[in-house]
């Protein structure tokens, strides 16, 4: 009698392991479904948000690339116009390089890519915002003197 009802029990423990088995797989599926969706929503969102915030970005940089430039041209035309030819070629020569600075800024901006994804975007940004506070800075120097 004994053997009869250890044999129900592990039989009846058999059965309920194997039925929750397989409710917890097939609802694992369904919850993966949903899961992947939601991650590929997310992705799309993100790609979007990261094209609107680098079309944004970028123009900012521009603004402030042909802002540079404009000084740039400005401390040239100073230069013609003062009666220093020693310092006005040490000068010269400090506005040619942060020109050239300005101009590969431009550059490395025009060369991203949004589908080149072995670019990190913050970092980009960074060392383009890092750029062109230096620039700015040089520029002003240059404009006290």
Known sequence: ??????????????IFLLSTSVFVACQSKEEKAIEEASEAISEINVETTTSSDWKSYKESANASI??????IKTLKERIKASNTPNLDKLREKRINELQDRNTALRAKIMEYKEED?????????????????????ALKELDEK
């Open 117 to 137: 994804t072995s670019i990190n975007l913050a970092q980009l940004k960074a060392d383009i915002q890092k750029e062109l506070d230096d620039l700015e800075k």
């Open 1 to 14: 009698m004994y053997n009869q009802v250890n044999q129900t029990l592990y039989l009846g423990a058999l």
């Open 66 to 71: 042909e802002n540079n430039q404009e000084r």
